[in-house]
């Protein structure tokens, strides 16, 4: 219980310092609002999704090296699927992209069950497979995106009937955010699958001794960041309308994110509110320092030193609870 | 247990444990056997000399990844320490002259590995995200610094130019280098107090704390230990690749840590060695030559890459099972 | 189900063989268990006794034999599998998820809800919250909602792996009742322990393994402890060693180890004793008295919050096992899974502490070493055929390798936790010879054992620990079980013998 309130009350100081943040933005550029928050959640979609696969199979006890280059791959199927299709077919090719991604996952997961080989080492290798497979499908930036899947993630939410100032402020890249890790982690974390992928990253032979499943389950966690993978990717198209071969940096900024929002690594503990809102917290830090008109570099040093400082600390906190 | 009735593949699979060196020999020569099917006239000594001079530096960042991996540990800042050491080096020698500015590189590589080993043993983050955080802002740093010096340009030591591509008696030099390198670290790691300790720790760090060894000193010596060779490298691959760029040795990264995982060391630590790592950085370079050979795309040599990384692991993991 | 059960054994298991690569682990292992029954499942470490467990409850598949359950062929090849045919196991390693909280690890195993809440009542933890985290929970109640959960589903068949090994005696008396009452109910329990007096007090027969055989059936009656130990060791009877250790003449001035109300933790509270060299004393408590912080600050694996500590009459603090070790005291642990580097040599393993300082991480002294390691081993008659991984070793021999890691050091003050939990007679009379030799050596031992009669066995004088305080010192001769029980209990006065 008493664990339940820490774990919470790591999530709530997320949510605050993401307001602070928030706060300090508007200190330094008083005309920060509707625009501003929809480019910063538009920069952070492909992060958080990236994150969200990440930390499901965190949970579960492993971890994905190969998320980034999904990523790639399904960006670039969804692009060279969508270009020049109508509506219709890109309704399609959005269908064939998941599947995609869950079929990627699995394969990962099923290899680290049948081969028995560490998830580092499997994922490691995967993701020179990912990485060859999206430049074979596409062997420089190119390809397109359906205008309605661009506009899905772009400005404010307009409801008929609901004056433009109530909700024109929430951008529409949070929503689908939200709607979409909720639509595919919720029945999930509600049925017992949620409960076996818990079990097996908290301790896999007391699972296997009380009848889960473990293999599968292992799979079905992999599977399901696989499918996180392919939304980010799929969200990196729909944010440049072309898709990306290289995978972009998103491997280490989504374990930041997944031990910074409080999942630990090894398994069995955190939730997904937590990384989503490390994400933003690290995302909006980015920006300040842009609109402090810091030189990149520069703010890359600081983000990343933020990012390492934040696991130091977080690492020391763990360490400490351990003993006591 | 009971009785010991030895099957014949159950005595395969030990000798194979206890000693992983035959089966990739056996590996190593099945490769250069394709090779020599796919283009005889290719096989030469100045193809082997070739061969062993482009394994050195991934063998010894490879062996970055060896002694950490023993501890259970990874270092993925290596190609980073290696990128700036050769790069600090190249542009501060016209200024400072050759000695102080080796002397300032290796400097740069200690403070990474100082930042490391503060982060792992101190607070005990997991190494693959320190190391990985650590050359994120390294390479911050180093492009920063890259803005300001940019016009002072670049001096290329001849010593490291001799070392990195000479040969004497058709042999590379860097093996003055390498071979001296390679013996220490083979003998350290089982007759030296710290190399038994990266065993130790690997296999099971609570044991190893209960016998009196404060982990943070090994860990702290390690990762330092580690980010020193990887500058030397990184000084070394100066001298092969001859010009200096922001993203020198960091195509080396992953597969340091490939060759060190076919060279049969455990990533989860307290099993394997540097013979063995040796060995996979050969396989590995062997493996890219034949590559380059079949004019592969860059997409379809990463996938079969990935896959014989995946596979040697596999047939590993299945023989150590088999005891 | 019938009125009256057919006679027919619930449970039977014949010809079972299985062989793990060069290990023939199992030969022709057969367990045949009748309703209304508690079958003993026993045998030394590496008789096969867990290898069989594991394959009666589908952990493993067997090369050849069969196990029926209820006349069904149950070729179970998974734990659910053997569930489902009706054998629930409770493990010696509570098969709980540490994460999850009590309820959620009910789910996940589909058990009900009320009679698991039942049966916690009835052993001991009617207060147990369902939103409790297992990680939160002490081990003994970790094995209790074990028990009440296999207890809940019902099952025909309960196979309980040394259930009271880590239990306080007056839950070991409580689980005892409950589990006979099992069997009174017409269902069948696989009973698996070390203890006599228990396999005594519930069992109504005793299946014997050695070597991967089952060597013997046999109803159990008075004196039947013989007999079991004699097919156990294979004929060859072990002398009973209980020759009762008098008091030995003290250090008269300063004493190895002298703590003073040490206190640390909830569990902790007041603690002194003295440990003269050449003393072996022994620690007598129930389950949970504090004893593993005592020995946790020794070791310095925790501070103590309150209390002294001197060694040979120097104040000692230590903030690291290191600083324990500089100090002459040496712990085995309880889990010697926790101590051992299962993946390296025996001689790696052993030579460790050797190693642990700096100014010793340059060339190893190689013959120095080799001759160090093959004393300790001589010395502790550690069998090493299993050349390699001590992962190889059987249980007894791993505990010996746990110890022969200090004797190579040389041993000054040994910190003994519970060291012959869950391993076979012969080991176990081999550490208490070595403990006495050590200690007529001039070692200090201080022995934490949860076998009371071990205090006879191996100990000169035994301070009893209750509630976290040191609530008397009984010599060993006056060390009789009903005494250090009543002691342990808090019920005894302090018998006025002097420290």
């Given at each position: 219980?008493?664990?339940?309130i820490?774990?919470?009350?790591?999530?709530?100081?997320?949510?605050?310092?993401?307001?602070?943040?928030?706060?300090?933005?508007?200190?330094?550029?008083?005309?920060?609002g509707?625009?501003?928050?929809?480019?910063?959640?538009?920069?952070?979609?492909?992060?958080?999704?990236?994150?969200?696969?990440?930390?499901?199979?965190?949970?579960?006890?492993?971890?994905?090296?190969?998320?980034?280059?999904?990523?790639?791959?399904?960006?670039?199927?969804?692009?060279?699927?969508?270009?020049?299709?109508?509506?219709?077919?890109?309704?399609?090719?959005?269908?064939?992209?998941?599947?995609?991604?869950?079929?990627?996952?699995?394969?990962n997961?099923?290899?680290?069950v049948?081969?028995?080989?560490?998830?580092?080492?499997?994922?490691?290798?995967?993701?020179?497979?990912?990485?060859?497979?999206?430049?074979?499908?596409?062997?420089?930036?190119?390809?397109?995106a359906?205008?309605?899947?661009?506009?899905?993630?772009?400005?404010?939410?307009?409801?008929?009937?609901?004056p433009?100032?109530?909700?024109?402020?929430?951008?529409?890249?949070?929503?689908?955010?939200?709607?979409?890790?909720?639509?595919i982690?919720?029945?999930?974390?509600?049925?017992?699958?949620?409960?076996?992928?818990?079990?097996?990253?908290?301790?896999?032979?007391?699972?296997?001794?009380s009848?889960?499943?473990?293999?599968?389950?292992?799979?079905?966690?992999?599977?399901?960041?696989?499918?996180?993978?392919?939304?980010?990717?799929?969200?990196?198209?729909?944010?440049?309308?072309?898709?990306?071969?290289?995978?972009?940096?998103?491997?280490?900024?989504?374990?930041?994110?997944?031990?910074?929002?409080?999942?630990?690594?090894?398994?069995?503990?955190?939730?997904?509110?937590?990384?989503?809102?490390a994400?933003?917290?690290?995302?909006?830090?980015?920006?300040?320092?842009t609109?402090?008109?810091?030189?990149?570099?520069?703010?890359?040093?600081?983000?990343?030193?933020?990012?390492?400082a934040?696991?130091?600390?977080?690492?020391?906190?763990?360490?400490?609870?351990?003993?006591? | 247990m009971?009785?010991?009735?030895?099957?014949?593949?159950?005595?395969?699979?030990?000798?194979?444990?206890?000693?992983?060196?035959?089966?990739?020999?056996?590996?190593?020569?099945?490769?250069?056997?394709?090779?020599?099917?796919?283009?005889?006239?290719?096989?030469?000594?100045?193809?082997?000399?070739?061969?062993?001079?482009?394994?050195?530096?991934?063998?010894?960042?490879?062996?970055?990844?060896?002694?950490?991996?023993?501890?259970?540990?990874?270092?993925?800042?290596?190609?980073?320490?290696?990128?700036?050491?050769?790069f600090?080096?190249?542009?501060?020698?016209?200024?400072?002259?050759?000695?102080?500015?080796?002397?300032?590189?290796?400097?740069?590589?200690?403070i990474?590995?100082?930042?490391n080993?503060?982060?792992?043993?101190?607070?005990?983050?997991?190494p693959?995200?320190?190391?990985?955080?650590?050359?994120?802002?390294a390479?911050?740093?180093?492009?920063?610094?890259?803005?300001?010096?940019?016009?002072?340009?670049?001096?290329?030591?001849?010593?490291?130019?001799?070392?990195?591509?000479?040969?004497?008696?058709?042999?590379?030099?860097?093996?003055?280098?390498f071979?001296?390198?390679?013996?220490?670290?083979?003998?350290?790691?089982?007759?030296?107090?710290?190399?038994?300790?990266?065993?130790?720790?690997?296999?099971?760090?609570?044991?190893?704390?209960?016998?009196?060894?404060?982990?943070?000193?090994?860990?702290?010596?390690?990762?330092?230990?580690?980010?020193?060779?990887?500058?030397?490298?990184?000084?070394?691959?100066?001298?092969q690749?001859?010009?200096?760029?922001?993203?020198?040795?960091?195509?080396?990264?992953?597969?340091s840590?490939?060759?060190?995982?076919?060279?049969?060391?455990?990533?989860?630590?307290g099993?394997?060695?540097?013979?063995?790592?040796?060995?996979?950085?050969?396989?590995?370079?062997?493996?890219t030559?034949?590559?380059?050979?079949?004019?592969?795309?860059?997409?379809?040599?990463?996938?079969?890459?990935?896959?014989?990384?995946?596979?040697?692991?596999?047939?590993?993991?299945?023989?150590?099972?088999?005891? | 189900?019938?009125?009256?059960?057919?006679?027919?054994?619930?449970?039977?298991?014949?010809?079972?063989?299985?062989?793990?690569?060069?290990?023939?682990?199992l030969?022709?292992?057969?367990l045949?268990?009748?309703r209304?029954?508690?079958?003993?499942?026993?045998?030394?470490?590496?008789?096969?006794?867990?290898?069989?467990?594991?394959?009666?409850?589908?952990?493993?598949?067997?090369?050849?034999?069969?196990?029926?359950?209820?006349?069904?062929?149950s070729?179970?090849?998974?734990?659910?599998?053997?569930?489902?045919?009706?054998?629930?196991?409770?493990?010696?390693?509570?098969?709980?998820?540490?994460?999850?909280?009590?309820?959620?690890?009910?789910?996940?195993g589909?058990?009900?809800?009320?009679?698991f809440?039942?049966?916690?009542?009835?052993?001991?933890?009617?207060?147990?919250?369902?939103?409790?985290?297992?990680?939160?929970?002490?081990?003994a109640?970790?094995?209790?909602?074990?028990?009440?959960?296999?207890?809940?589903?019902?099952?025909?068949?309960?196979?309980?792996?040394?259930?009271?090994?880590?239990?306080?005696?007056?839950?070991?008396?409580?689980?005892l009742?409950?589990?006979?009452?099992?069997?009174?109910?017409?269902?069948?329990?696989?009973?698996?322990?070390?203890?006599?007096t228990?396999?005594?007090?519930?069992?109504?027969?005793?299946?014997?393994?050695?070597?991967?055989?089952?060597?013997?059936?046999?109803?159990?009656?008075?004196?039947?402890?013989?007999?079991?130990?004699?097919?156990?060791?294979?004929?060859?009877?072990?002398?009973?060693?209980?020759?009762?250790?008098?008091?030995?003449?003290?250090?008269?001035?300063?004493?190895?180890?002298?703590?003073?109300?040490?206190?640390?933790?909830?569990?902790?509270?007041?603690?002194s004793?003295?440990?003269g060299?050449?003393?072996?004393?022994?620690?007598?408590?129930?389950?949970?008295?504090?004893?593993?912080?005592?020995?946790?600050?020794?070791?310095g694996?925790?501070?103590?919050?309150?209390?002294?500590?001197?060694?040979?009459?120097?104040?000692?603090?230590?903030?690291?096992?290191?600083?324990?070790?500089?100090?002459?005291?040496?712990?085995?642990?309880?889990?010697?899974?926790?101590?051992?580097?299962?993946?390296?040599?025996?001689?790696?393993?052993?030579?460790?502490?050797?190693?642990?300082?700096?100014?010793?991480?340059?060339?190893?002294?190689m013959?120095?070493?080799?001759?160090?390691?093959?004393?300790?081993?001589?010395?502790?008659?550690?069998?090493?055929?299993?050349?390699?991984?001590?992962?190889?070793?059987?249980?007894?021999?791993?505990?010996?390798?746990?110890?022969?890691?200090?004797?190579?050091?040389?041993?000054?003050?040994?910190?003994?936790?519970?060291?012959?939990?869950?391993?076979?007679?012969?080991?176990?009379?081999?550490?208490?010879?070595?403990?006495?030799?050590?200690?007529?050596q001039?070692?200090?031992?201080?022995?934490?054992?949860?076998?009371?009669?071990?205090?006879?066995?191996?100990?000169?004088?035994?301070?009893?620990?209750?509630?976290?305080?040191?609530?008397?010192?009984?010599?060993?001769?006056?060390?009789?079980?009903?005494?250090?029980?009543?002691?342990?209990y808090g019920?005894?006065?302090?018998?006025?013998?002097?420290?």
């Open positions: 219980m008493r664990r339940l820490e774990t919470n009350g790591w999530t709530i100081g997320l949510g605050l310092l993401l307001a602070l943040l928030l706060l300090a933005t508007r200190l330094i550029q008083p005309d920060f509707t625009s501003g928050l929809d480019s910063l959640a538009r920069a952070a979609l492909p992060f958080a999704l990236a994150t969200v696969g990440m930390a499901v199979v965190v949970i579960a006890g492993g971890i994905d090296l190969s998320v980034a280059a999904m990523m790639a791959v399904a960006s670039v199927t969804g692009a060279v699927l969508m270009d020049g299709a109508s509506d219709g077919q890109a309704v399609l090719a959005v269908i064939a992209v998941l599947a995609l991604g869950l079929a990627m996952g699995a394969l997961g099923a290899l680290i049948l081969t028995r080989v560490t998830d580092i080492v499997v994922t490691l290798a995967m993701l020179f497979v990912w990485q060859g497979v999206a430049l074979l499908v596409l062997n420089a930036p190119g390809g397109g359906a205008p309605w899947l661009r506009a899905l993630v772009a400005g404010g939410i307009t409801l008929p009937g609901v433009a100032g109530l909700t024109g402020w929430l951008p529409r890249g949070v929503v689908f955010l939200t709607a979409v890790t909720a639509l982690w919720l029945p999930v974390a509600r049925s017992k699958l949620g409960l076996m992928i818990y079990a097996i990253g908290s301790d896999a032979s007391a699972a296997f001794r009848g889960v499943p473990v293999g599968r389950t292992r799979i079905a966690a992999y599977a399901i960041g696989g499918l996180f993978a392919a939304l980010g990717g799929l969200s990196v198209t729909m944010g440049t309308g072309i898709g990306e071969p290289i995978p972009g940096p998103y491997l280490l900024a989504s374990v930041a994110a997944v031990v910074l929002g409080g999942v630990v690594l090894g398994g069995g503990r955190g939730g997904l509110l937590g990384p989503i809102l994400v933003f917290v690290l995302r909006t830090v980015r920006m300040d320092l609109l402090l008109s810091v030189d990149p570099n520069v703010a890359a040093i600081v983000e990343g030193t933020i990012m390492v934040v696991v130091m600390f977080g690492a020391v906190l763990a360490t400490r609870g351990r003993g006591a | 009971t009785t010991m009735t030895a099957s014949p593949l159950g005595r395969l699979g030990r000798l194979m444990v206890d000693n992983p060196l035959v089966p990739l020999i056996l590996l190593l020569g099945a490769l250069i056997g394709i090779l020599a099917l796919l283009n005889p006239a290719i096989l030469s000594m100045f193809w082997a000399g070739n061969t062993i001079k482009i394994a050195i530096p991934l063998a010894m960042l490879a062996a970055c990844q060896t002694l950490t991996m023993l501890t259970g540990g990874i270092d993925l800042s290596v190609g980073t320490v290696a990128t700036i050491a050769a600090v080096t190249a542009t501060l020698a016209p200024l400072t002259g050759v000695p102080a500015a080796v002397a300032l590189a290796l400097g740069c590589a200690v990474v590995g100082l930042a080993g503060f982060g792992i043993a101190i607070c005990r983050v997991h693959l995200i320190m190391t990985l955080g650590t050359a994120l802002i390479t911050g740093c180093l492009l920063v610094y890259q803005r300001h010096v940019i016009a002072t340009g670049v001096l290329i030591p001849d010593v490291l130019i001799w070392l990195g591509t000479g040969r004497s008696y058709g042999l590379p030099n860097s093996l003055a280098l071979l001296p390198f390679a013996i220490l670290i083979i003998w350290a790691q089982r007759r030296s107090g710290f190399g038994r300790l990266l065993y130790a720790i690997g296999a099971n760090e609570a044991a190893a704390r209960m016998s009196g060894v404060r982990v943070w000193q090994v860990q702290f010596t390690l990762y330092s230990l580690s980010s020193i060779i990887a500058g030397v490298t990184g000084l070394l691959y100066l001298g690749i001859k010009t200096a760029s922001l993203s020198l040795a960091l195509p080396l990264d992953l597969p840590v490939a060759a060190a995982v076919v060279g049969g060391t455990s990533i989860f630590g099993r394997g060695g540097f013979g063995g790592t040796i060995v996979g950085a050969l396989i590995l370079t062997v493996m030559t034949m590559l380059t050979l079949l004019q592969m795309p860059e997409g379809g040599r990463r996938i079969l890459f990935g896959l014989i990384i995946l596979a040697v692991t596999a047939l590993l993991v299945r023989l150590t099972d088999r005891s | 189900m019938p009125d009256a059960a057919p006679p027919t054994a619930i449970l039977d298991a014949k010809g079972v063989a299985k062989r793990f690569g060069a290990v023939q682990a030969r022709d292992a057969s045949k268990v009748d209304g029954q508690v079958v003993a499942l026993m045998g030394a470490n590496g008789a096969g006794k867990s290898t069989f467990v594991k394959i009666l409850t589908g952990v493993l598949r067997p090369d050849s034999g069969h196990v029926r359950i209820r006349g069904r062929d070729s179970v090849a998974s734990p659910a599998g053997a569930r489902r045919s009706g054998l629930v196991p409770v493990y010696q390693e509570p098969s709980l998820i540490p994460d999850l909280s009590v309820a959620d690890n009910l789910r996940l589909d058990t009900p809800a009320d009679p809440r039942h049966w916690a009542g009835e052993l001991g933890l009617p207060d147990l919250r369902p939103d409790a985290m297992i990680r939160s929970l002490s081990l109640s970790l094995r209790i909602v074990d028990l009440a959960r296999a207890l809940a589903i019902e099952p025909d068949v309960l196979l309980l792996d040394e259930l009271t090994a880590a239990l306080p005696t007056d839950l070991v008396d409580r689980v009742r409950v589990v006979r009452a099992q069997a009174d109910a017409g269902r069948a329990v696989i009973y698996i322990s070390h203890r006599f228990e396999i005594a007090a519930i069992c109504d027969r005793a299946t014997v393994l050695r070597d991967g055989l089952t060597v013997g059936d046999l109803a159990i009656e008075a004196g039947i402890e013989e007999r079991i130990v004699e097919l156990m060791l294979g004929g060859t009877v072990a002398a009973a060693t209980t020759g009762t250790r008098g008091a030995r003449s003290r250090a008269t001035d300063v004493p190895r180890l002298r703590v003073r109300g040490l206190a640390t933790g909830t569990r902790l509270s007041d603690v004793f003295d440990l060299k050449g003393e072996v004393l022994g620690v007598v408590a129930l389950e949970g008295q504090g004893q593993d912080e005592l020995f946790d600050v020794l070791a694996n925790r501070r103590a919050n309150a209390g002294t500590v001197e060694v040979d009459g120097r104040p000692a603090v230590f903030t690291d096992p290191a600083d324990a070790i500089a100090a002459g005291l040496t712990l085995v642990p309880g889990d010697r899974a926790q101590a051992l580097l299962m993946s390296r040599p025996v001689r790696e393993n052993i030579a460790l502490p050797l190693l642990a300082r700096p100014r010793r991480w340059g060339a190893i002294r013959r120095d070493e080799a001759a160090r390691v093959t004393r300790a081993i001589e010395r502790l008659q550690i069998d090493t055929r299993a050349q390699g991984e001590v992962r190889r070793l059987s249980g007894g021999n791993q505990q010996k390798v746990t110890i022969a890691r200090w004797i190579a050091r040389g041993v000054q003050t040994l910190l003994l936790f519970d060291p012959t939990r869950g391993i076979d007679i012969r080991t176990k009379n081999q550490i208490y010879a070595l403990v006495r030799d050590l200690a007529d001039g070692a200090a031992v201080l022995f934490y054992t949860s076998e009371l009669a071990e205090v006879r066995l191996a100990c000169d004088r035994a301070v009893v620990i209750f509630n976290g305080r040191a609530v008397d010192v009984i010599d060993a001769k006056d060390a009789d079980e009903p005494t250090l029980m009543r002691a342990a019920l005894s006065e302090a018998t006025g013998v002097s420290t």
